[in-house]
């Protein structure tokens, strides 16, 4: 009974699922100034970055930098859907390929540090 667990396991772990991710960017929370403010936004994408270079250069990286890298990556992806190239690429095409995304968000000023790191 274990193998068939096992065997029932390793099956689930081998197979592959492929999403598509829309990036929506209405704001559903009206009192949530960061949401309103892409001042307060940027500040926050900055501080973020700073934390996060921060504790790479000083080899004090930890589980809490794995996440800001993931909320940081959201900025990411939020930054490139306001793209007007990307935006007019994807409505030409009918999408972009997450390639075209990962490549506006490397050669960007705000993100291509982290996108090294």
């Known amino acids: 009974n274990s193998n068939s667990n096992s065997n029932s396991n390793s099956n689930k772990q081998s197979q592959t699922s492929t999403t598509t991710t829309s990036t929506s960017t209405s704001n559903s929370n009206k009192n ?10 940027k500040k926050s994408v900055t501080n973020l970055l700073q934390k996060f270079h921060s504790a790479i250069e000083t080899n004090t990286f930890e589980r ?9 990556m959201n900025y990411a992806v939020r930054d490139a859907s306001h793209d007007t190239h990307l935006q007019k ?26 996108v090294d790191r």
């Open 32 to 41: 949530n100034n960061n949401n309103n403010n892409p001042k307060s936004e």
């Open 64 to 72: 809490k930098h794995q996440m800001m890298s993931g909320t940081i």
């Open 89 to 114: 690429r994807s409505r030409a095409e009918g999408g972009l390929a997450r390639s075209e995304i990962i490549d506006w968000i490397a050669a960007s000023d705000t993100y291509k540090m982290w």
